[in-house]
């Protein structure tokens, strides 16, 4: 995303696979909400994958819930793609 981009929506999800859980919804908001949350991401080093559709879809869900299960391949796509590229930078690094 590059900076002159507007946000509309933004959400961050949480998981945790140690505790095998399903992830969560840690944040959702719309416009300065939704640019916080990206900032706040990106200070922080986490990734942010960019899908408008998703976005929609997840933004329907309260804080703090699970995500539904028809939406678990889709989030497991986006959680395998970030940490393949997590992998990646870390190995950069060393």
Same mark, same amino acid.
């Given at each position: 995303?590059?900076?002159?981009?507007?946000?509309? =929506? !933004?959400?961050?999800?949480?998981?945790?696979?140690? /505790?095998?859980?399903?992830? %969560?919804?840690?944040?959702?908001? =719309?416009?300065?909400?939704? %640019? /916080?949350?990206?900032?706040?991401? %990106?200070? !922080?080093?986490? #990734?942010? +994958?960019?899908?408008?559709?998703?976005?929609?879809?997840? !933004? %329907?869900?309260?804080?703090? +819930?699970e995500i539904p299960g028809e939406l678990y391949r889709t989030v497991a796509e986006v959680l395998a793609?970030? #940490? /393949?590229?997590?992998?990646?930078? =870390?190995?950069?690094?060393?």
């Amino acid at each position: 995303m590059t900076e002159r981009q507007e946000v509309d =929506k !933004a959400v961050a999800i949480i998981y945790d696979a140690d /505790k095998g859980s399903a992830p %969560r919804i840690a944040a959702t908001g =719309k416009g300065e909400i939704a %640019r /916080k949350i990206i900032e706040t991401a %990106r200070e !922080a080093g986490v #990734y942010i +994958q960019e899908d408008p559709d998703l976005v929609e879809l997840l !933004a %329907r869900i309260p804080l703090g +819930q699970e995500i539904p299960g028809e939406l678990y391949r889709t989030v497991a796509e986006v959680l395998a793609f970030v #940490y /393949k590229v997590n992998e990646q930078f =870390k190995n950069k690094l060393t």
